[in-house]
């Protein structure tokens, strides 16, 4: 295949490289694979924006 890195592949492309490490046979690249995600969603969902769109409060941290 071409070198490309991943933001300059199409959706389809992205996913498809998505799903090939999470589905690996190689332990390193699922294990980075999922840290990966679970990263990306703390990240998303500790943005205090979010949680009232999911029907949450932030939790008001003292000094903040």
């Known amino acids: ?3 490309a890195t991943f933001s300059n592949l199409d959706p389809e492309e992205q996913l498809h490289h998505w799903q090939a490490w999470m589905s690996s046979g190689r332990l390193v690249r699922r294990k980075v694979a999922t840290g990966l995600r679970k990263f990306l969603s703390f ?4 943005q205090p ?4 769109l999911l029907g949450y409060e932030m939790p008001h941290l003292a000094g903040g």
């Not at 990240?43 to 500790?46: L, N, P, V, W």
């Open 1 to 3: 295949g071409r070198l």
């Open 43 to 46: 990240a998303f969902y500790s």
């Open 49 to 52: 924006e979010i949680a009232p």
